[in-house]
């Protein structure tokens, strides 16, 4: 009797899988529901932090550079093809983490509102956004505002936290810290705990740094505040932004973003940062309001501002996806996709 026991406790199941992905951010969920989609095994390690990249971030889609009033050729057809990804997850699990919401873009001077109207002859300008826009009230204001469509934000956070549940039921889920020196190569495949995969995707955001096997991601990390504040007063209909957005989040509440401390990896919420953004705040609203949270994290940007999407040169079956910067809801699933074009070859 004690002999079965012993052997029952020791002998932890061997678990077979096509896929162990490392890091369940924006991209390596949003490459764990494509990967599922496509009928594939997975087993998903993510130490289940609080405060990453992608559980603070606004999520907003913003087809228009706002800085320089440009937008890519691509911008329109990316939104769309991400947004139908963020369609699929809403219906399948059963969640609202699409907000439709059109961006209200304050003037910071008279060169904006110039620029601007320099690109109204663009067609995208003109199809999607307005130059007259209904004021929104208690926005100051002195230059006016235009309006994007095609514009919102999803609720990350929201999407990742089902999603991880969703993993958990269908998958295997870690939840715990990745330790590099446990995965061995057993002939083609990878050997993790009691997890033997096909293949390993490594998608630890700025973390990608302290990877072994990818010494060379050259992920440079942004780091970045939010704050979240209650404003009773304030009733804006759209997501506005001037330098800063302040998107509404319903009952008086709001969430603001955000700062770019560049090269910088201490993800400390500080108290510069936050005041920082309250300043910025008390520009743009003439109304009272009171900060309630304030929230930092580490974007992994790139030199390049390229997204990294890397087969390992010598290993096999061994790949990561890193680099989405400050557009990960976008960029996420362009890189998936385009990861899992390069697997099919
Ligand atoms: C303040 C702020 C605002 C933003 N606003 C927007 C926005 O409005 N729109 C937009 O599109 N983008 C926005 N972004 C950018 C976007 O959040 C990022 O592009 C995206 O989150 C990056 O996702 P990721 O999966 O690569 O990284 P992460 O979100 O960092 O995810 C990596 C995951 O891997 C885990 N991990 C790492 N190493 C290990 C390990 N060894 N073991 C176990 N787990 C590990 C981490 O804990 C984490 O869960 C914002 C970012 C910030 C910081």
Sequence with gaps: MQQIEQRQTSNVKQQTTNFLIVGQGLAGGVLAWELHQK?????????????????????????????????????????????????????????????????????GNNKEVNDYSAKLDHP?????????????????????????????????KKMLDAMRNF?????????????????KQEEENWVYKNITAENVVFCEGFKGNNNPFFAELNIIPCKGDVLEFEAPQLEPTRVVKKGIYIVPLGNGKFK??????????????????????????????????TVT??????????????????KHPTLPNMYALNGLGTKGVINGVKCVRQLIETLDK
Aim: overall charge negative.
């Design 256 to 289: 603001c973003g955000s700062t770019y401390k560049w090269e910088n990896n201490d993800a400390t919420p500080l108290l510069s940062d936050k005041e920082e953004l309250t300043q910025k705040i008390a520009e743009l609203i003439n109304v009272p309001f």
């Design 124 to 156: 995208f300008f003109k199809q999607y956004t307005n130059e007259s826009p209904a004021p929104e009230k208690n926005i100051i204001q002195p230059f006016g505002a235009f309006e994007v469509g095609l514009s919102g934000w999803v609720d990350v």
């Design 39 to 107: 009928g594939f095994s997975l087993a998903v390690v993510d130490e289940g932090l609080p405060n990453t990249s992608s559980k603070i971030a606004a999520g907003m889609f913003n087809p228009v550079n706002t800085k320089r009033f440009t937008v890519s050729s691509n911008a329109e057809s990316s939104i769309k093809e991400a947004l139908a990804v963020y369609k699929a997850i809403e219906k399948a699990l059963q969640i609202d983490i699409i907000h439709h919401q059109n961006i209200y873009n304050v003037f």
């Design 167 to 183: 993993i958990a039921t269908k998958h295997i889920l870690l939840s715990e810290f990745f330790d590099y020196t446990l995965l």
């Design 293 to 310: 949270t304030h929230y930092a994290a580490i974007r992994p940007t790139t030199k390049t501002r390229e997204t990294i999407i890397a």
